[in-house]
């Protein structure tokens, strides 16, 4: 994602400032941006180009702000073809973070302006730090903008653990300020809004279980299709955890009616980067249908020896009465940058609504 702030994105930004501005200098910003990017990571990127960038528009913010404002008009004029990615937007957006932190109102006045050329979720966060309450005021306007890009920026902006952004540690602890919000956008006509609202949700569960099943109830009373939509993807992590009252909440059974789950791993001996191959065999002992959640976790060897379990989702089904039902999965285990393998024994873990079911174990080999 890095190669996204490239020179191709350098040269629109410059573009499209120089068509607002006939006395910004192209060039010389051009060659000040792309010196050294190359062997920047991605967000070191966003700040190069933000530092690089200060002294090529207004001294004073508030002249910045309204020029910047402008972008929309000539950034998809100057690429009609849509050649440049949206993380060109990315440090413009951000500026406003870095530089215009001393003056909110013009601040969140840009970032509403120009949130949907590259989502504002990240710069909004120093002002909801700053200042919460006037942050607050707005998006209780926010809510009711005409552009789903706004409405998204209230439910994004204010996540608790946005995935890269700053971390809100006051709604860690108390999330309250962020519930009126969000039950003002879970009946959103836009699903892009919708899914932000569950993904915040789903925040708020890690830290909060309790206020999100609480939630969760209340909401679900005459609920739309939309909002059950948005109560099963917030509830995710808390599924994945069989939290019981959260499987009860979603109508899962908790006293499964079921024979002994049969488990075979195909391949007990694996290399990395080839696949776990395995089936399982449910059968119904029940006279009724049964609504069954099935995951399965991976306990896998850490580096001093011990596990440690990740769960990761299988599929859901409604097993009918007398039934038998059978899975196969192939599972990579392969390098990511977010795992570090081990050799040694692993062992798979069935899961069923939330139950530990069945296991088995394989050999990793490195």
Not at 163 to 190: E, F, H, M
Not at 254 to 261: D, G, R, Y
């Amino acid at each position: 994602m890095k190669n996204q702030l490239s020179n191709v994105a350098v040269e629109h930004i410059a573009l499209c400032l120089g068509e607002l501005d006939k006395d910004f200098k192209h060039s010389e910003f051009c060659k000040l941006a792309l010196l050294g990017l190359d062997k920047l990571e991605l967000k070191q990127r966003v700040s190069h180009i933000i530092r690089i960038l200060h002294p090529f528009l207004p001294a004073d913010f508030a002249h910045a702000a309204d020029l910047l404002k402008q972008l929309p008009a000539v950034w998809q004029k100057l690429d009609p073809n849509k050649q440049v990615s949206s993380f060109a937007a990315w440090p413009v957006i951000d500026y406003a973070s870095v530089y215009g932190l001393s003056y909110p109102q013009q601040s969140l006045d840009l970032l509403s302006s120009l949130t949907h050329l590259f989502s504002a979720e990240f710069a909004i966060r120093p002002f909801i730090i700053e200042y919460p309450d006037y942050c607050h005021s707005q998006f209780r306007m926010w809510v009711q903008d005409e552009s789903e890009h706004i409405r998204r920026l209230v439910s994004e902006g204010t996540r608790p653990r946005l995935p890269w952004g700053l971390q809100l540690k006051r709604y860690t602890v108390d999330p309250s300020a962020n519930i009126p919000l969000l039950t003002a956008l879970k009946d959103d006509s836009s699903l892009y809004v919708r899914r932000s609202v569950a993904n915040h949700l789903n925040d708020i569960s890690k830290d909060n279980p309790d206020v999100l099943l609480t939630i969760c109830q209340s909401w679900q009373v005459d609920a739309s299709q939309d909002v059950h939509w948005i109560i099963k993807h917030a509830t995710r992590s808390l599924v994945k955890a069989g939290h019981p009252e959260v499987l009860s909440l979603l109508g899962y059974e908790q006293q499964l009616l079921l024979a002994p789950v049969g488990l075979n791993i195909i391949n007990s001996q694996i290399r990395l980067g080839h696949y776990l191959e395995f089936d399982l065999e449910l059968s119904s002992t029940s006279s009724e249908s049964q609504k069954l959640v099935i995951d399965f976790a991976i306990h896998f060897v850490k580096a001093n020896g011990q596990q440690k379990a990740k769960v990761f989702k299988l599929k859901s089904i409604q097993l009918a009465a007398k039934q038998t039902c059978n899975i196969q999965k192939r599972h990579a285990i392969k390098a990511i940058t977010t795992r570090q393998y081990y050799a040694g024994t692993h062992r798979l873990e069935i899961l069923i609504n939330g139950q530990a079911l069945a296991s088995q174990e394989f050999e990793l080999r490195i």
